[in-house]
């Protein structure tokens, strides 16, 4: 293929443009924020305008990472030495389910740092690859020869402009225009399905030199008084800094201001969240983020499609980001580019093969998703057909991964994308978590997600 373009220079378009960049003369990354290395963003220091999530906790996670080390070999390593932390679930990875610590188990190592740092590093290491090279401009439609895509219209720096292309791989997140640009020119609109589930994110700065109760990284799922679910994350990024995510659904949404954030850590019944409420001194206000609604776009579903254009990342498919599965998502899209590429298939025909392996990749982690979702009682469906068995058995393994390592390392394989999600569902999983429960005690937490199946 002489030239592949990418729209969207962001982490999916990064690892799409490093996949395609083995099968290409030539690869374009078009990008509508400045993010050359010597660009407005290009240091990675401040969160953009093209992604405004940045602001917010972002985790990688233990999948995500290690393809990125294979892609980009001593990936991870350069992070923890620009200041960044790996953090392992046997030592200092805490969840907390109702105030209580999981049993710790190891095997599962995940970066914590800031999104833009973590975006800048993979930006560098991409935009090191010969035959690449990064455009600043926005992107505005598509062009076509007969049934397939020849190329993209965008606004440059020296205006509107043509760049012709074997193959263009949209990137360009959630809110892509893909469907109107396909019927623009005739073409159906990819299906979109939506999962209103309404989650407020609220993130701070802190400094503090020492992991509260010895966490790296420490994560909390528990049920308030008022039976209302109640998340936070927090961990260490560059040096001795600390990111701390608050978040809650529907009208129980982290609202503006520093007090009530600090509010927010200081009645979580885990610990680490409570000390840092104490002990931490806070950078600047807390940044609040609303995400309305998890989406996909079934591709998979249309029985016409132009040749020539595959799509990848949150264009795809975007989850509550409460999983922590967007860019580790984005790799495996990736992957199944990767493998696309390598079968030989020519770009002159609709690229069904990737749409099928990629179908597969969002199917797993919409399942994970969507069935912690469908248990919230504002989130309105549809639900599935046996979804209330799938929903107690799926509460069943979350309580026994608190005391049992089994439970617990087989959990994280699935929550870190590992394995998939319906390995958790075999009887002898199922069976052994059962008898972990039993020797339990009932928390509120648990009550409440069983009040709500
Ligand atoms: C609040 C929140 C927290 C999250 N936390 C995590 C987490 O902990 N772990 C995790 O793995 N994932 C997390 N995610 C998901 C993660 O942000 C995304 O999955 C990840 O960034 C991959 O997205 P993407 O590259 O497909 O799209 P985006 O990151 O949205 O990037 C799209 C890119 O396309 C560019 N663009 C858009 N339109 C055009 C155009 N017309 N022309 C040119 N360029 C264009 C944008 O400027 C941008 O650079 C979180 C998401 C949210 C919302």
């Known amino acids: 293929m002489r030239r592949a373009a990418v729209l ?7 690892l799409a443009a ?84 999981k ?29 690449l090279r990064l455009v600043n401009g926005r992107v505005r439609g598509l062009t076509f020869t007969g049934d397939r895509v020849s190329g993209v219209r965008y606004a440059g720096a020296g205006g509107e402009d043509v760049l012709a292309a074997d193959l263009v ?23 979109m399905r939506r999962m209103h589930v309404d989650l407020g994110y609220a993130t701070a700065l802190f400094r503090r030199p020492e992991g509260p109760h010895g966490a790296t990284l420490a994560q909390s799922l528990a049920a308030m008084p008022d039976g209302r679910l109640r998340l936070g994350t927090l961990g260490r990024v560059e040096g001795d800094l600390w990111i701390v995510l608050v978040a809650g659904y529907a009208d129980d949404r982290p609202a503006h201001g520093i007090d009530e954030f600090l509010l927010r850590c200081a009645q979580d019944p885990a610990a680490p969240f409570r000390q840092l409420a104490e002990d931490a001194e806070p950078i600047g206000e807390p940044v609040t983020y609303r995400h309305p609604d998890n989406r996909r776009r079934d591709f998979h579903l249309l029985d016409r499609f132009p040749a020539g254009l595959v799509a990848v990342g949150d264009t795809m498919a975007s989850f509550n980001p409460i999983y922590g599965q967007g860019m580790s998502s984005a790799t495996m899209h990736a992957s199944c580019l990767e493998s696309y590429l390598g079968s030989g298939r020519s770009p002159r025909d609709p690229a069904w093969s ?36 799938a929903s107690r058995l799926s509460d069943l393994i979350v309580r026994a991964s608190v005391t049992d390592p089994v439970i617990h390392r087989r959990f994280l394989a699935v929550a870190h994308m590992r394995s998939p999600a319906r390995t958790l569902m075999r009887p002898g999983t199922l069976l052994r978590s059962a008898r972990a429960v039993r020797r339990q005690t009932t928390t509120p937490a648990e009550a409440r997600l069983d009040a709500a199946v």
């Open 8 to 14: 969207g220079g962001s982490i999916a378009g990064l």
């Open 18 to 101: 490093r996949v395609l960049s083995d099968h290409a003369d030539e690869v374009v990354v078009l990008e509508r924020d400045d993010v050359a290395l010597a660009g407005a963003f290009g240091g990675g220091r401040d969160p953009r305008p093209g992604v405004p999530q940045g602001t917010q906790m972002h985790a990688l996670l233990d999948a995500g990472r290690r393809r990125i080390d294979q892609w980009f070999p001593g990936f991870s390593a350069e992070l923890v030495a620009g200041g960044a932390a790996l953090a392992d679930t046997g030592t200092d990875v805490h969840s907390y389910l109702d105030g209580r610590r």
């Open 103 to 131: 049993v710790l188990v190891g095997g599962v190592e995940m970066v914590s740092a800031t999104r833009p740092f973590l975006e800048a590093h993979l930006r560098r290491r991409t935009l090191a690859l010969d035959n």
């Open 169 to 191: 791989v949209d990137a360009t997140g959630r809110a892509s225009r893909i469907g109107a640009w396909l019927t623009e020119a005739g073409w159906p609109e990819p299906p």
């Open 354 to 389: 990737y749409f099928k392996q990629v179908r597969a990749v969002v199917d797993d982690a919409w399942q994970t998703s969507a069935l912690n979702d469908l248990k919230l009682p504002h989130v309105t469906g549809p639900r599935p057909r046996g979804f209330k068995v």
